[in-house]
């Protein structure tokens, strides 16, 4: 089993290029933003490419 990724303030920039990336490699995601909205993309996104993850807004 590969490590988990956890990925801290995600955003639909950088934080979604990284999730993209580890998770084409087979990497457990978690994501974390401030803003829930955020959340919103990658989870639509990312289980259609099946990838496993996780998804929470820090407030």
């Known amino acids: 089993m590969k490590p988990t990724l956890l990925i801290c303030g995600y955003g639909p920039g950088i934080g979604h290029a990284v999730a993209e990336r580890f998770g ?3 990497h457990p995601l ?3 933003a401030r803003d829930a909205d955020k959340l919103a993309l990658p989870p639509n996104t990312c289980r259609r490419k099946a990838f496993a993850l996780r998804a929470r ?3």
């Open 24 to 26: 084409q490699a087979g």
């Open 30 to 32: 978690h994501l974390v």
């Open 57 to 59: 807004s820090a407030i």
